[in-house]
C-alpha cells in the first residue's frame, strides 16, 4: 500500500511541475488541437524496465479542419512498467507554435517524464511530453483503461501518418 500511495504522489507531482515552455520567452504555444488515441490490446512488449504498445490515434484540429490519422508506438522507455490492460484510450490537448491542419505535422517522436497506477480507474498520467524537434507537445487530458499496474519513468509515442480506418490504402 505504501508503494502505491508513492506512485499516486509522484503522478500527481508530475501533473503539478509546470511545462519547460511555458515560460514567457520564446515562440507563444497556442492548443491546436485534439490527439485521441487507442492503445491496442495484445500488442507490444513488457520487460519490466521498458514496455511498448501499438497505438492508433485520430487528430481532430481545433478549427474543425481535416481530420487526420495517425499510427505507432508508445510505452515506457526506462523506468518501471507492472501490470495488465485490455485496452485503454488517452486523449492529449496538442499545443504547437505554428500549426498547418492536413500535413500529418504531428508525425514524430515524443518523450517525457510519467506515470500512473490503474484498478479499474486511472490515477495519476504523464506530465506534457514534446516532440524531439520541440514544434509539438502533447498534454494528457482525459483516459481510460481496463485492467491494473503501475507505470513510472520515461514515456514516449512515436507516431507516423496513417489512412483511415476502413479504407483500401
Request: contains cysteine; negative net charge.
Amino acid at each position: 500500500m505504501k508503494f502505491l500511495s508513492m506512485i499516486l504522489m509522484l503522478s500527481a507531482t508530475l501533473l503539478i511541475t509546470p511545462p519547460a515552455f511555458s515560460t514567457s520567452q520564446g515562440p507563444q504555444w497556442q492548443k491546436v488541437g485534439v490527439l485521441e488515441c487507442t492503445i491496442l490490446p495484445h500488442t507490444g512488449i513488457n520487460l519490466l524496465i521498458h514496455s511498448t504498445k501499438n497505438i492508433r490515434c485520430e487528430f481532430r484540429p481545433a478549427n474543425q479542419g481535416t481530420i487526420e490519422y495517425y499510427k505507432g508506438e508508445t510505452g515506457v522507455g526506462f523506468g518501471l512498467d507492472i501490470g495488465f490492460s485490455n485496452g485503454s484510450n488517452i486523449a492529449y490537448a496538442v499545443l504547437a507554435t505554428h500549426f498547418e491542419a492536413g500535413q500529418h505535422q504531428l508525425a514524430g517522436k515524443y518523450s517525457g517524464a510519467g506515470g500512473n497506477a490503474t484498478l479499474g480507474l486511472t490515477a495519476g498520467d504523464s506530465a506534457p511530453i514534446a516532440k524531439t524537434d520541440g514544434s509539438a507537445s502533447l498534454q494528457p487530458v482525459g483516459s481510460s483503461n481496463s485492467g491494473a499496474g503501475v507505470k513510472l519513468g520515461f514515456t514516449y509515442i512515436y507516431l507516423e501518418a496513417d489512412h483511415p480506418p476502413g479504407s483500401d490504402h
